[in-house]
């Protein structure tokens, strides 16, 4: 779908407008899953500090990972290189 998406004329002339749309969708679900997973471990028990530190870093780590694969088209270089910086 995405490749759909990036072959469309409109996204191929606007690169800048889709990449911005982009970052900003991935933020978006960031913050969503952020949002799920702290009242998810908060729910269950787990304190304030440690429920908001386990659902940022979990968080953090698809906002890597989608913003590398749909925003930055990074998939051939090397993840832990790329983790490092």
Known sequence: MIKKIRENSFFIKNKKYFRFLSFCAVGAIAFII???FFNLFYKIGISFVFSNT???FISMIFHFALNRNITFSAIFSS???QMIK
């Open 34 to 36: 952020d949002v799920s």
């Open 54 to 56: 386990l659902s940022w």
């Open 79 to 81: 993840i832990i290189k």
